[in-house]
């Protein structure tokens, strides 16, 4: 019974925390936390993200828990639009495509299997963006797509 | 092309449609003539220069001061209250966008707020800093010397204010970020300068969405020039969005006697911006009710 109130409380000490994280992410679009699934065909798997932003380079964690695992890489490579001009309701600018990259390796051999997720953003500046793509592991390759919380 | 109607010829209509829009013009320029010194007479002020009209206000008053000496940027006891007008939509920058050092992917967020306009202060999300000074209905500056403190109200969009604590404590080490973070200001000479820290990112520092991280310190500069006029600049230091600090150019807010706080609601998914009453540079606050 003493167990199961640890649990709880640490599982909600977790999701509270998650959703601290989660707030006041509207500034970096990578940064935040985001959750999805990532796969092959039907066969779906939770993916969770949790990525910030020191000004200069990307940190996070893949899968937050007792076997999170660090990212490696995530970078943004930013194509340009064509500003609009300022005023309002302009519907004259193109937007900038955003393009993710990250990098992590999967828990495996020694040192883990390296695994690429590449995918863009859609709708950056929002807080329901998204990231969809694909990713590879070796041979493995499929789709994901996740949504910031 | 040559077209005739009711037997006229185009030239006639021309002539016709010119003298028409020649009677429109002149009227218009009357009509601009009178109301433009009429929106002066009740805020005598004086003028940035070259407002019609401003050439025949009044100079303004002095500053007004405490008995300790210090300015009063709120209103004045035993004067009617007041509030200050909108400034700026956009932070003021003086050689223009290109000036300011956007980090790559802090330029594409900007030029693709140009674009996607969903500024969180319209959806009735406080907005801090010199977003504060955006908002069409204005800010009533309220200092508390007993508490040592300054609140700066801002009327419209979530109705909310901001503290600034004039106390000459320091900043806690791990402040909860929020949108209108923790101010501290002191001052220097009769300029208060306010540093802001601990803010999200669930705001617009202005109206076109220059963007800024939750690292932001935000330095401000108060000058109330004279009574009419107080003087605003604002320093950007956010690493993780700019390349290096930069300052705004000095932007002007003025003052609105009369100007009271009044009950405003802001409600997501509100369909109805034609309810508002009067525009972002004439507000007709006399209504109990404001849509």
């Known amino acids: ?149 | 092309m040559s077209f005739r109607i009711n037997g006229r010829d185009d030239s006639a209509m021309r002539m016709t449609r010119l003298f028409a829009k020649t009677a429109i013009l002149g009227l218009a320029i009357v009509l601009t003539g009178n109301i433009g010194v009429t929106a002066q007479a009740p805020a005598p002020a004086q003028g940035r220069g070259g407002g019609r009209g401003a050439a025949a206000a009044p100079p303004s008053a002095p500053t007004p001061r405490r008995a300790d000496g210090k300015p009063i940027l709120g209103s004045v006891p035993g004067q009617p209250v007041g509030g200050w007008g909108a400034g700026v939509t956009t932070l003021p920058r003086g050689g223009g966008l290109d000036e300011v050092p956007f980090q790559p992917w802090a330029r594409a967020v900007y030029d693709i707020r140009q674009i996607d306009q969903f500024e969180p202060h319209t959806r009735c999300k406080a907005s801090g800093v010199s977003r504060q000074f955006s908002t069409p209905y204005g800010t009533e500056f309220v200092e508390v010397p007993d508490l040592q403190r300054m609140y700066i109200m801002d009327n419209g969009g979530p109705n909310s204010y901001r503290i600034i604590y004039l106390d000459g404590r320091s900043f806690p080490p791990n402040i909860a970020p929020t949108n209108y973070g923790y101010s501290i200001g002191h001052w220097e000479g009769d300029t208060l300068v306010v540093e802001t820290r601990g803010l999200n990112e669930k705001f617009w520092m202005d109206t076109r969405g220059t963007p800024h991280t939750a690292q932001l310190k935000f330095t401000e500069r108060f000058t109330r020039s004279d009574m009419n006029t107080l003087k605003y600049q604002a320093t950007i230091d956010d690493p993780g969005t700019y390349t290096k600090p930069w300052t705004t150019t000095v932007f002007e807010l003025r003052w609105r006697p009369g100007d009271e706080l009044f009950e405003y609601i802001c409600q997501q998914s509100n369909y109805g911006p034609e309810l508002m009453v009067g525009s972002q540079e004439d507000v007709d606050n006399t209504r109990f009710f404001v849509p």
Not at chain 1, 103 to 123: D, K, L, M, R
Not at chain 1, 127 to 140: Q, V
């Open chain 1, 1 to 149: 019974m003493r167990m199961k109130s640890v649990r709880a409380f640490i599982l909600f000490v977790f999701v509270a925390g998650l959703a601290v994280t989660a707030r006041a992410q509207e500034g970096y679009p990578l940064a935040g936390t985001w959750y999805g699934d990532y796969g092959t065909g039907n066969q779906k798997n939770d993916l969770t993200v949790i990525m910030k932003w020191d000004g200069k380079s990307v940190s996070g964690i893949v899968n937050p828990g007792p076997n999170a695992i660090p990212i490696k890489s995530a970078v943004m490579d930013i194509t340009p639009g064509k500003p609009a001009p300022e005023g309002r309701n302009s519907t004259t600018g193109i937007p900038p495509v955003f393009k993710v990259h990250l990098e992590f390796n999967a828990p495996g051999a020694a040192g883990g299997t390296p695994t690429v997720f590449e995918g863009t953003i859609q709708n950056p500046v929002a807080g329901n963006r998204r990231i969809s793509g694909t990713w590879t592991r070796g041979a493995e390759r499929g789709t994901f797509q996740l949504r910031h919380l």
